[in-house]
């Protein structure tokens, strides 16, 4: 006989920034992904220094990794994760149409160069969020992960 498998075994979420400028949007996303549930967080070159405003010590609660650029970071994707850049491009799927992949790694672009095209390319789906133009990175995740969160969520 089969296992019957729960759906919530098989669904992860990490979020990164491919090359954060400030150390200051790292820890609000971090803070972010801990509190929507997020299993880890991550940044694609650039720097992190920590964030005395951390009050949750959520580097205590949740994993932060550290890629030195976007090959490090995609060879170390989990199996059978979907990457997933949230970008404004003409082939972006708007948010409110977007279905997300059970198991996800979210990656931003930074707010003055977003993501460049090589990276683009290589990411399995890409989602457009509201606006003409970029919002506030950490901003940019938490809307993602709160979609998200509302649109899996599971039924006990």
């Not at 967080?41 to 890629?67: A, E």
């Not at 059970?102 to 989602?127: F, M, Q, S, T, W």
């Amino acid at each position: 006989m089969k296992k019957q498998w729960k759906t919530e075994e098989e669904q992860f979420f990490g979020i990164g920034i491919y090359q954060p400028k400030t150390s200051h949007n790292i820890g609000t996303l971090w803070r972010s992904a801990y509190i929507l549930g997020a299993q880890y967080i991550f940044i694609v070159g650039g720097k992190y220094n920590g964030q005395t405003s951390d009050t949750m010590k959520t580097w205590s609660r949740i994993p932060f990794y550290k890629y030195d650029d976007f090959d490090h970071m995609y060879n170390s994707l989990p199996h059978a994760t979907q990457l997933v850049a949230a970008e404004l491009c003409e082939n972006s799927t708007p948010i409110r149409n977007f279905a997300h992949p059970l198991r996800a790694a979210y990656l931003l672009g930074a707010e003055d160069n977003g993501l460049p095209e090589k990276v683009i390319d290589r990411c399995h789906k890409l989602v457009q969020l509201p606006g003409k133009s970029s919002l506030n990175v950490s901003v940019s995740g938490s809307i993602l992960m709160f979609d998200r969160i509302n649109k899996l969520e599971i039924e006990d």
